[in-house]
């Protein structure tokens, strides 16, 4: 079982930055990929960037440029620095985490979410 842990949510004015934290923990001899995905309210999850073993970063288009990811050196920290922030990237967070199990198969687990609240 892995347990995935968000920090770093808040309410920021548009302009401003946030640095999201996720620590995945548990039974982990390797950890695929991991990202940052958020839900608006009545809208649907969608991916906002991912980062795999191999240091490979993937971004939705509408943060490119203002946000990075990266992992800590123990690859199980993921961080989300966001700049630039505005109106339309509040949402819950949540922390994703891809890990291989016996015989190949991948699981995916999810944190519980943090809020991002950017003003205008």
């Known amino acids: 079982q892995v347990q995935l842990v968000e920090s770093g949510g808040g309410s920021v004015q548009a302009g401003g930055s946030l640095r999201l934290s996720c620590v995945a923990s548990g039974s982990i001899l390797r950890i695929n990929a991991m990202g940052w995905y958020r839900q608006a309210p009545g809208s649907q999850r969608e991916l906002v960037a991912t980062?795999?073993?191999?240091?490979?970063?993937n971004y939705v288009d509408s943060v490119k440029g203002r946000s990075t990811i990266s992992r800590g050196n123990a690859k199980n920290t993921v961080y989300l620095q966001m700049n630039s922030l505005k109106p339309e990237d509040t949402a819950v967070y949540y922390c994703n985490a891809v890990v291989p199990g016996p015989a190949g198969v991948l699981y995916e687990y999810w944190g519980q979410g943090t809020q991002v609240t950017v003003s205008s």
């Open positions: 980062i795999t073993w191999a240091g490979s970063t």
